[in-house]
Every structure is written in C-alpha cells, then in structure tokens.
C-alpha cells in the first residue's frame, strides 16, 4: 500500500471553476500535510500546509483534512490557466518523513 | 523561506561515470535532504544530510551508490556512482522550515545517463 494516492488525472476545469484535488493516506500517525504546485520542468512550490481537521484558506486555495478518513483535498477557487500544473500531495509522518503523492495533473481551459 | 541553488542544473552523462551534484543554501539549515523524481514519478527521499555525521539512507539507496557530503551548515553534495540509464531523473535537494516543518526544494539537477 502505498503511503499517499493520488489520482493522477488530468483533471479538466474550464477557467473560473472550481478545482477539486484528493489524496489520502495510509499512516493514522501522520502530522503534517501539504500540497505542492509542481510545473512542467520546475521544482515542486509549496502551496499549502495544514495540521488540523478541519478547513484553511488562503487566497483562491483551501485545504480541507479529515483526519478520521485519512483524507485531503485541495480546492481552487476561480481556476486560472496558470493553475495547469501537477499538483503533489505530501505528508509528514515525523522524524523527518515526508512522503509524496505520484500527483494529480490539472488542465484548466481558458 | 531559504533560497537554495544546485549545480548543475542539467547534465548529460556517460554510462559508468559519476556526477556530483551541489546544493547551497543561504542561511544555515540543520538538516538538508535529497530527492529523485524520475519521469513521470514522484519525489522519493533518498537520504537526510546532517552536518557533522553521516547522511542517513532511506530503504533502496545505498553510500556507495549515493555518497553525500555536508561539510558545512549552508551546503551539500550528492554524488550518482557508476552511472546507468536508470538513475536518470531529476535530483532535488531541499531544506525544512515553517511552521509545520514544511520542505522547500532547489531547482533541480536533470540527469540523462546514455
């Protein structure tokens, strides 16, 4: 079993939409969890982090855990295409643990 | 957050051959932390680099395959041994920060092993 799953899309959204991103994970014990932006040919970018249950915006972005479904999503509100991008889930089990999601990649059409 | 650098950013290799890679960062960091995404995978941890002691492996890597140094607090190096077409992929090294000890990546080194 693999640690974080992802669907790895592509996931299509006309511009202006909502985009809805899922992962879970397999470790209860897990901490942390993050979502990255990861463009064609460039680094991973971190976009969000969050620890509790429960919802955290920032800006167009909000990242909601569930901890008891071992789940996270991350929404986009108002997609731009300059949101196509892969975008990786990640989870911090501690000790320095981060495990990565294979990533979802979102198409947004003008 | 840290702004980090490798070089190189780009290589293309021979089989056999050897490459090192260098990450630095600019402001001091305990721990730094070396990736590989090969195409079309995801990021996989291939060892954690504390200054001052040897790098911890994760399952599946190996020193000798994978020897890193971290001679300071600001820099590191890892270095891809007698090289094969398998090991090309891009090489991130990366540094933790924030408040939930997130991890924030250089450039990356992409890698063609012929």
């Known amino acids: 079993q693999k640690e974080v799953e992802q669907n790895s899309g592509p996931l299509s959204v006309p511009e202006g939409a909502i985009a809805s991103l899922n992962c879970t994970y397999s470790d209860r014990g897990s901490q942390s969890f993050f979502w990255y932006r990861q463009y064609s040919g460039k680094s991973p970018e971190l976009i969000m982090s969050?620890?509790?249950?429960g919802d955290k915006e920032d800006g167009r972005f909000t990242a909601q855990l569930n901890k008891a479904s071992q789940y996270v999503s991350l929404l986009i509100r108002d997609s731009q295409p300059s949101d196509s991008a892969t975008y990786l889930c990640?989870?911090?089990?501690?000790?320095?643990?981060?495990?990565f999601g294979s990533g979802t990649k979102l198409n947004v059409k003008p | 957050s840290a702004v980090i650098s490798q070089k190189p950013s780009r290589d293309i290799c021979q089989r056999g051959t050897s490459l090192t890679i260098q990450c630095q960062v600019d402001s001091q960091v305990t721990m730094m932390f070396w990736y590989r995404q090969q195409p079309g995978q995801s990021l996989t941890l291939i060892a954690t680099a504390n200054q001052g002691s040897e790098a911890t492996y994760e399952s599946g890597f190996v020193i000798d395959k994978f020897p890193i140094s971290r001679p300071n607090l600001t820099f590191s190096t890892l270095t891809v041994s007698n090289m094969s077409p398998e090991d090309s992929s891009i090489y991130l090294c990366s540094v933790e920060g924030g408040s939930y000890n997130e991890q924030f990546f250089g450039p990356g080194t992409r890698l063609t092993v012929l």
């Open positions: 990640a989870v911090n089990k501690g000790f320095n643990k981060f495990y």
């Open positions: 969050i620890y509790s249950n």
